[in-house]
């Protein structure tokens, strides 16, 4: 709606779900900062969250190992193209 909306034509929208595991949650952590994903909520702390908070994360992610040992980490990607005017 939004590519109608600014004069294109013709727009597809497709996504697709992709699912990483990875050895440590550590690994995954890594992969996020080197991608620059960040946390973007309006109104956060904008200081570190410390070890506690790190040592909860980490614990609570344990709910989501795989029978094999390894932790997944899904990604909605999301493509989209359409005609200029």
């Known amino acids: 709606d939004a590519l109608l909306a600014a004069g294109f034509r013709d727009p597809v929208v497709d996504m697709e779900m992709i ?3 990875y ?3 550590r690994g995954l952590l ?3 900062k080197g ?3 960040n946390n973007a909520t309006a109104g956060r702390n904008r200081g570190l969250t410390g070890k506690q908070r790190l040592q ?3 614990q609570a992610y344990e709910a ?3 029978p094999d040992g390894r932790y997944p980490a899904s990604y909605e990607v999301i ?3 359409a005609w200029a005017p």
């Open 30 to 32: 890594q992969d996020l």
């Open 23 to 25: 050895d440590q949650v």
């Open 56 to 58: 909860a994360f980490y």
């Open 35 to 37: 991608i620059g994903a």
């Open 64 to 66: 989501f190992r795989q």
């Open 79 to 81: 493509y989209g193209h």
């Open 19 to 21: 699912t990483l595991t």
